[in-house]
């Protein structure tokens, strides 16, 4: 049977969003682009909003809005930049590390239990075909700029 593209999208983005539900307790974290925030400053240390936003792919309004959320429940603080005062570098409190460590914890166990229903040779087709539909779109934006 074949499927239209409209019905592969469908499905593709319904499947993403259950993945909200099975996400671990992420430590006061209620949505997804803060969780995503607190593992990156976890991972890179403090940093621009701007590269933040560059390498999670969002809008800097949407991420001006998500580092308000974790500011005010102390995860993250904002400093002036060294470099330049008139920017700023946002960085984990102590608060925040802590939390980062603890959706760091629960993230092995949530990605197995997106994939528990897929076999190893389903999870491999599905790797390949995602590469696939990622370096194509990367590679038309690459193009485009």
């Known amino acids: 049977m074949k499927h239209t593209d409209n019905e592969l999208a469908e499905l593709f983005f ?7 539900y099975l996400s671990p307790e992420k430590g006061g974290v209620s949505y997804m682009g803060q ?10 240390g403090d940093c621009k909003p701007k590269e933040m936003a560059e390498e999670l792919g969002i809008r800097r309004a949407s991420l001006s809005e998500l580092i308000s959320k974790l500011e005010q429940k102390e995860l993250v603080e904002k400093r002036p930049s060294p470099e330049d005062r008139r920017s ?4 984990l409190t102590g608060k925040g590390k802590v939390t980062a460590k603890h959706c760091r914890a629960g993230q092995k ?7 528990e229903p897929l076999t190893e040779e389903e999870k ?3 790797y390949c075909l995602l590469s696939k ?4 779109h990367e590679g038309r934006i690459e193009n485009d700029k």
Do not use: G, M, T
């Open 14 to 20: 319904s499947a993403a969003r259950i993945s909200q």
């Open 35 to 44: 969780y995503r925030c607190l593992l990156y400053l976890d991972e890179n």
């Open 88 to 91: 700023v570098r946002v960085s």
């Open 109 to 115: 166990h949530f990605h197995s239990r997106i994939f």
């Open 124 to 126: 491999e087709i599905l």
């Open 133 to 136: 539909i990622k370096r194509y």
